[in-house]
C-alpha cells in the first residue's frame, strides 16, 4: 500500500540536484555511446521477475564444465583475493566482454554512474544482495560500486547465474558467491557467505524472492539494528514483505519495486513479449503457427505472452481468476476458458500467475502427447512437478533444460526449465528492459539509504511516482524522444508542477 504522498515537507522525497538533469543534455549525453558495438547483447539475462530460489534434487551445469563443487576449489583472483565463489575464475576475461556489451544497452545506469559518481549518494552503503547474477546485474553492481557503496552477492536462482560474469565480477574484487547449477544447500551456503562475514555487517538489503530476507531473519535476527532497509523486485518478495508488516514483524522500511510502474509494464510486459518466443524457440525449435497454447493468467506477464503468441499465429486461449484481467483477455480477442476445457487438445501450456498448483497432476494425465508445459511466472510452484517424480513415470533428458516426462503407455510431455522460469533459464531477455528495472533498483536503494530518519517506518512503500518518471526520462533519449513541456497556463489548468508528477498515485497506466 502506497505511503508516498508527494507532499512537500520533511516527510516527502526531495529529488537530489544530480537527478535534476535536462532532457536536451540526456540526449546529448547518449549520442556519445559507441557505435561499433552492437545494440543487441550476447548475454543470457536475468527475468522480468525472479524466480524461485528452491531446488529439486537434480541440477545441471554446461557440459564444458567440470564436475568438481566451487565450494571445493581453491581459487584466487588477481589481486590475491579468494573472498568469493564461483565456478571458474579463469572465464573473468569472457565474462568482462559480456558486461561491456551489457553497457550499451542499459543506457539509464550508465548516465546514472556518470551523473552521481561525484556525489557518491552511497558512500558508507554495505548493500548484500541476492538476485540473478548475469551480465545486466554486473551492470548494477558496478554502478552501485561507482556510487560509493559496498557489496557482497548471491544468487537468487539456481540455473540463472552466468559463470564467467560471476567469474568477472569476482576479478574486479566484488564478493560472489554464485554459480550455475547450484544444489539447495549450496544456495543457502552462498547466502550465508554473503551475509555472515567478520568485519562487514550490510545496512541495506537487496532481494529478489525474498529468500536473503528470509535468512537474515531467521538466522541473524540482529542485523536488522543496521540495516537501514530492503528493495525487493519480485511479486513473492513483496507478498513476503507484506506479510510481515501485517504481522507486526517487519523491523525496517522497505521499498517494493515490483509495483512501480516501471518494472510493471515494462520489465513483465514488454520483456515477456519478446523472451517467451525466445524461450520456446530455443529449447523446442517449434513452428507457432497454428499452434494451440493456453496462457494461464492474464496479468501484465500473461498479456506479453498472449501478444507475442498470437502475431505469431497461435491459437490462444487464456484462464483468469480476475473478471477484469478476464475481460481484456477478452476484448483483446482472446478465448476465456477454465484448463479442464482445453487441456486435451492445447500443444502448450503456459503459466504466469504467481499461484501454486496451477497445473496440477490430473492436467498432466490428460495432456496430448509431446504437449509443452513450461512456466513463465516468479517459482516453480505453479506447475505440480514434484507429482511427476514417481516410479511409474520416466524422466529423460533431452538437452539442457529440456525433460520428456513418459508415461507407462508411451505418452511423453515436454517439461521446459523442470517448470522453473522459461525466459531466464533457457534463453535471455532484452538488455534495454532490465536497464529499467535496474535503474529503479539503484534509486530505491539511494533514496532509502539517504532518507532522513523518520520519512519511512517500518512498513511497505511504493517508489515515489517522480523516481518512476524519472527512470523513464532517463531511456527516452535512446529512440530520440522529445517531450512536449507543459506551459505555464497549461500547468495552473491541471494542477500541476511543470517538472512532474504528471499523473497521481492512483493512475493505472
Known amino acids: 500500500m502506497e505511503k508516498w504522498d508527494g507532499s512537500e515537507g520533511t516527510s516527502a522525497f526531495h529529488m537530489p540536484e544530480w537527478m535534476q ?44 564444465d567440470d564436475e568438481t563443487s566451487p565450494r571445493d576449489k581453491q581459487q584466487k583472483n588477481s589481486k590475491g583475493s579468494s573472498d568469493f565463489c564461483v565456478k571458474n575464475i579463469k572465464q573473468a576475461e569472457f565474462g568482462r566482454r559480456e558486461i561491456e556489451i551489457a553497457e550499451q544497452e542499459m543506457p539509464a545506469l550508465m548516465a546514472l554512474r556518470k551523473r552521481a559518481q561525484g556525489e557518491k549518494p552511497l558512500a558508507g552503503a554495505k ?34 547465474t552466468l559463470n564467467e560474469v560471476a567469474a568477472a565480477l569476482a576479478e574486479s574484487g566484488f564478493p560472489v558467491f554464485a554459480w550455475k547449477g547450484e544444489s539447495e544447500d549450496d544456495f543457502w551456503w552462498c547466502i550465508d557467505r554473503c551475509v555472515n562475514v567478520e568485519g562487514w555487517q550490510p545496512n541495506m538489503i537487496l532481494d529478489d524472492g525474498g529468500d536473503l530476507t528470509h535468512w537474515i531473519y531467521k538466522k541473524y535476527p540482529n542485523m ?43 520489465d513483465n510486459l514488454y520483456c515477456c513479449r519478446e523472451s517467451i518466443l525466445d524461450g520456446l524457440k530455443r529449447t523446442t525449435d517449434m513452428m507457432f503457427g497454428g499452434k494451440q497454447v493456453v496462457v494461464c493468467g492474464y496479468g501484465e506477464v500473461g498479456k506479453g505472452c498472449c501478444a507475442a503468441l498470437k502475431a505469431m499465429g497461435s491459437i490462444v486461449y487464456v484462464t483468469e481468476i480476475d473478471p477484469i484481467c478476464a475481460l481484456q483477455a477478452c476484448m483483446d480477442g482472446f478465448r476465456l476458458v477454465k484448463l479442464n476445457e482445453v487441456i486435451r487438445q492445447v500443444d502448450i501450456v503456459i503459466t504466469c500467475t504467481g499461484n501454486k498448483n ?4 490430473e492436467h498432466l494425465d490428460r495432456m496430448k502427447n509431446s504437449c509443452i508445459v513450461c512456466n513463465m511466472g516468479h517459482s516453480n510452484t505453479e506447475i505440480d512437478v514434484a507429482s511427476l517424480r514417481t516410479p511409474e513415470l520416466t524422466w529423460e533428458r533431452v538437452r539442457s533444460q529440456v525433460d520428456h516426462v513418459i508415461w507407462p503407455d508411451g505418452k511423453r510431455i515436454v517439461l521446459l526449465a523442470e517448470g522453473r522460469l522459461l525466459n531466464l533459464s533457457c534463453s535471455t531477455v532484452p538488455t534495454f528492459v532490465l536497464s529499467i528495472t535496474a535503474t529503479t533498483q539503484a534509486l530505491a536503494l539511494i533514496e532509502l539509504y539517504n532518507a532522513p530518519e ?37 500547468a495552473k489548468y491541471l494542477g500541476l508542477n511543470k517538472n512532474g508528477p504528471f499523473k497521481p498515485n492512483y493512475y493505472r497506466y
Request: charge should be positive; glycine fraction near 4%; hydrophobic fraction near 35%.
Open 21 to 64: 538533469i535536462q532532457f536536451a543534455d540526456q540526449k546529448q549525453e547518449f549520442n556519445k555511446r559507441p557505435t561499433k558495438i552492437g545494440r543487441r547483447s550476447l548475454s543470457r539475462s536475468i527475468s522480468q521477475s525472479s524466480t524461485d530460489s528452491y531446488s529439486s534434487a537434480a541440477s545441471y551445469t554446461d557440459s564444458s
Open 127 to 160: 548493500i548484500v544482495g541476492c538476485t540473478h547474477i548475469t551480465a545486466q546485474t554486473a551492470v548494477l553492481m558496478e554502478t552501485l560500486g561507482a556510487l560509493g557503496a559496498q557489496c557482497r552477492w548471491a544468487a537468487c536462482n539456481i540455473y540463472s
Open 224 to 266: 536488522f539494528k543496521k540495516i537501514k532497509g530492503i528493495v525487493e523486485e519480485s511479486v513473492t518478495g513483496v507478498h513476503r514483505l507484506y506479510q510481515l508488516s501485517k504481522a507486526g514483524k517487519l523491523c525496517v522500511p522497505a521499498m517494493n519495486v515490483n509495483d512501480s510502474v516501471t518494472k510493471q509494464k515494462f
Open 358 to 361: 496451477v497445473v496440477t497432476r
Open 454 to 490: 523518520g520519512r519511512y517506518k517500518q512498513d511497505v512503500y511504493l517508489l515515489p511516482k517522480k523516481m518512476d518518471e524519472y527512470v523513464a526520462s532517463l531511456h527516452l533519449p535512446t529512440f530520440d524522444a522529445h517531450l512536449t513541456e507543459l506551459t505555464d497556463e497549461q
